[in-house]
C-alpha cells in the first residue's frame, strides 16, 4: 500500500512537472513566433519597397541598394587610401589588414577571391594572407605579387551593368552584384576591369565581400 501511494505521488509530481513546461514552452514558442512575424513584417516592407523579388523565404534582414552602392564605393575608396598611405610613408600593410577585415569576410568565414593579376596556382586567394600579398606585396609564397593597390591609384570609381540598379541582385541578407571598375593611375590612364561581388550581411549589419571575381575585357584579336 505504502508503495501504491508513493507512485501516485510520483505521478502526480510528473504530471505535475510536466504541465509547467508544456506551459513554459507554449510560452516560448507564442514569444519567438510574435518575434519572428514582426521581424518578417519589417523585412517585408524592406521587400516591397525595393521591388524585389527572389528573397529566400523566412529571411529575417535584407540588404538594400544603398547598402550595396555604398560598400562598393568604400573598396574603390580603399584601394586608393592603401597607395596613398604608402606614398606618405605611412603603414600600408596594416591599414590593407584591416581593410580585409572590415570589407571581406576573411575573418569570419570563407571568401572565393579570383584577383585580376592572378595566374597558375595562385589564380585564387581563398585566405587572409594570400589576399593581403596581392593588394600589398611583399610575401615570399607569393613572388609574383607586386602589390595591386601600390601602382599607386590616385583614383577608382565603379559602375554595375544595366540602368540603375540592375546590375545588383538581392536575395536578403546575400547581394550580387556585376559590372566594372576603373582604377587611374598618375599618369592619368584609366584602367577598367569586369567585376563580380557577392556581399554577405553580418550579424553586425555590415556588408562583406565573400566572392570577389575580376579580370580583364575580352578583346579579341584582329
Request: aromatic share 10%; charged share 25%; hydrophobic share 40%.
Given at each position: ?9 510520483g ?5 505535475g512537472?510536466l ?8 510560452k ?6 510574435a518575434?519572428?512575424t514582426?521581424?518578417?513584417d ?5 521587400i ?6 527572389y528573397?529566400?523565404e523566412?529571411?529575417?534582414?535584407v ?11 568604400a ?30 569576410n ?8 579570383k584577383?585580376?593579376?592572378?595566374f ?25 605579387d ?9 583614383k577608382?570609381r ?24 576603373w ?26 565581400i ?13
Open positions: 500500500m505504502m508503495f501504491k501511494k508513493k507512485f501516485i505521488i505521478t502526480l509530481v510528473c504530471s512537472m504541465a509547467a513546461c508544456d506551459q513554459v514552452t507554449q516560448v514558442t507564442e514569444e519567438t513566433g518575434l519572428i514582426q521581424t518578417s519589417d523585412v517585408k516592407k524592406v516591397d519597397d525595393l521591388g524585389l523579388q528573397v529566400e523566412g529571411a529575417q534582414s540588404i538594400t541598394y544603398d547598402e550595396v552602392n555604398a560598400a562598393q564605393q573598396w574603390c575608396d580603399a584601394l586608393v587610401k592603401i597607395g596613398k598611405i604608402k606614398e606618405e610613408g605611412g603603414d600600408y600593410k596594416a591599414f590593407a589588414s584591416e581593410v580585409l577585415s572590415e570589407a571581406y576573411y575573418d569570419s568565414g570563407k571568401v572565393f577571391f584577383p585580376t593579376l592572378a597558375g596556382d595562385q589564380t585564387f586567394r581563398n585566405d587572409k594572407n594570400a589576399a593581403l600579398a596581392y593588394f600589398v606585396g611583399g610575401d615570399p609564397d607569393f613572388p609574383n607586386k602589390g595591386f593597390a601600390l601602382t599607386p591609384w590616385v577608382a565603379y559602375d554595375n551593368a544595366g540602368q540603375k540598379n540592375e546590375g545588383i541582385q538581392i536575395y536578403g541578407s546575400i547581394a550580387i552584384t556585376m559590372g566594372n571598375v582604377v587611374t593611375g598618375k599618369d592619368g590612364k584609366e584602367v577598367m576591369v569586369d567585376k563580380t561581388w557577392v556581399f554577405k550581411k553580418g550579424k553586425d549589419g555590415k556588408l562583406r565573400i566572392v570577389h571575381k575580376s579580370a580583364l575585357p575580352f578583346s579579341p584579336s584582329n
